[in-house]
Structures are given as C-alpha cells and as structure tokens.
C-alpha cells in the first residue's frame, strides 16, 4: 500500500436532530444526522411524518390539496 494517500480515520461523535448522540469510526469528527434508530419510524414502530425539504407543499400546491 502507498502510504500518506489515505485519509485519518477518527473516532467521531454523531448527534441526531432528536437529541441522541454516539461515537462511530469516520474520516469526519463530528456528524449531525436528521433521523436516528431511536427516532426512525422503522424501528420504533411509531409512524411519524417527516417533511423533506418542502416535499408536503409542494404536492399539495401542485395537486390542490
């Protein structure tokens, strides 16, 4: 392998729009998601609307809703 051609790899602590926050392997030290598996509708089993960038105004625009 060649050397110096590969990023660093850190530990890096990631935090959820929910609040939740925990450390994974990444090139990045710090990542901030909008859905976790604590709050994603697939694994608590809760259904839950989660709005897109406008997607829900811009149907509703479109079709007249």
Do not use: N, W
């Not at 959820?16 to 990542?31: D, H, I, Q, Y």
């Amino acid at each position: 392998m060649k050397t110096k051609i590969h990023p660093e790899y850190h530990c890096a602590q990631v935090t959820c729009a929910c609040g939740e926050s925990f450390e994974v392997g990444s090139t990045r030290e710090s990542l901030k998601v909008e859905i976790c598996s604590k709050c994603h509708p697939f694994f608590t089993g809760k259904q839950k609307f989660v709005d897109t960038g406008g997607r829900v105004e811009r149907f509703k625009r479109k079709y007249g809703m």
